[in-house]
């Protein structure tokens, strides 16, 4: 990003901020080089987010929280998430999902899993750890910058799940296991 470019996303802060002291030299040089890599319409709209739920001049951090939540989007909550699972539930082959989270964690599960399951609060408890889990990951990964990304362990990139999929599935056994104790202890 220009110095020029820049210019104008501090104009904005400033003129909003202009009872406070302004930056230091210093801090805008930092603040330059941690936001480069956010394209300069998602840094505008991530200044006016938090120009209308601040009244303190915004750090990195601010940008960088609000630059994420804009560039992901609106993603559904756990559960309605697995409202779409159910939704697709007759259909023979792996569905596509309108939210790739969600077929991530499926796919993690088990598409067959959870087809057959005969306990499906299980499933559902999986899923719904397993998405929540992704989601807090991603965004985690997404306010970072690319060199700390990149200096990331390829374990530890975040484009895993936080589960693997061996043990998602032995939760889903325990859980079944679990139910079918209960059902034949108050059978």
């Given at each position: 990003m220009t110095k020029e470019v820049f210019?104008?996303?501090?104009?904005?802060?400033?003129?909003?901020?202009s009872n406070q002291d302004g930056y230091s030299v210093e801090k805008i040089?930092?603040?330059?080089?941690?936001?480069?890599?956010?394209?300069?319409?998602?840094?505008?709209?991530a200044v006016k987010m938090h120009i209308a739920s601040s009244p303190f001049m915004p750090s990195v951090a601010d940008l960088r929280e609000n630059a994420s939540e804009i560039m992901m989007g609106s993603l559904p909550s756990a559960i309605e998430a697995w409202g779409e699972v159910m939704d697709k539930i007759s259909q023979r082959s792996f569905p596509k999902f309108t939210n790739p989270i969600t077929a991530r964690v499926v796919k993690a599960?088990?598409?067959?899993?959870?087809?057959?399951?005969?306990?499906?609060?299980?499933?559902?408890?999986?899923f719904i750890d397993g998405y929540n889990a992704?989601?807090?990951?991603?965004?985690?990964l997404s306010v970072m910058t690319p060199d700390v990304r990149e200096a990331l362990p390829a374990s530890n990139q975040l484009r895993l799940l936080s589960k693997s999929p061996k043990q998602l599935e032995r939760e889903v056994i325990r859980e079944h296991e679990k139910q079918a104790l209960l059902e034949a202890k108050n059978g």
């Amino acid at each position: 990003m220009t110095k020029e470019v820049f210019a104008d996303v501090l104009a904005l802060i400033e003129t909003n901020y202009s009872n406070q002291d302004g930056y230091s030299v210093e801090k805008i040089k930092l603040m330059r080089h941690m936001l480069d890599d956010i394209p300069m319409d998602i840094l505008m709209l991530a200044v006016k987010m938090h120009i209308a739920s601040s009244p303190f001049m915004p750090s990195v951090a601010d940008l960088r929280e609000n630059a994420s939540e804009i560039m992901m989007g609106s993603l559904p909550s756990a559960i309605e998430a697995w409202g779409e699972v159910m939704d697709k539930i007759s259909q023979r082959s792996f569905p596509k999902f309108t939210n790739p989270i969600t077929a991530r964690v499926v796919k993690a599960i088990g598409w067959r899993t959870i087809k057959m399951s005969t306990l499906p609060a299980s499933e559902r408890r999986a899923f719904i750890d397993g998405y929540n889990a992704i989601v807090k990951q991603e965004k985690k990964l997404s306010v970072m910058t690319p060199d700390v990304r990149e200096a990331l362990p390829a374990s530890n990139q975040l484009r895993l799940l936080s589960k693997s999929p061996k043990q998602l599935e032995r939760e889903v056994i325990r859980e079944h296991e679990k139910q079918a104790l209960l059902e034949a202890k108050n059978g």
